[in-house]
């Protein structure tokens, strides 16, 4: 049993993300301002949290690869065509 233990919580229900149901955010009693919305800083913040860095340049990372790769592939069925060519002859 607790006794004394207020919280301030902000439910949101339908964050933007699709992955997500809802988002609980447990506020602190001295974090929030005077004058401020709780639940617009909420959604600030989570609206904030999106996609890491890491992830995105990893994405571009596997991307590049893959496109040299298929030119790399390319450029060595092309010789291969010209030394056939080239030996029949």
Partial sequence: ????VTKRIVEINRPDN???ER??????TDGVKKGTDPVA???EYL???GEPD???HGR???LTVAVL???????AAALMVLLVLYTKM
């Fill in 60 to 62: 571009k990372l596997r």
């Fill in 47 to 49: 609206m904030g949290l």
């Fill in 1 to 4: 049993m607790l006794k004394g």
């Fill in 54 to 56: 890491d992830c995105v």
């Fill in 23 to 28: 988002a609980v955010l447990y506020l602190r």
């Fill in 41 to 43: 800083e909420a959604k």
């Fill in 69 to 75: 790769s298929l030119c790399l592939a390319v450029t």
């Fill in 18 to 20: 699709p992955a997500f």
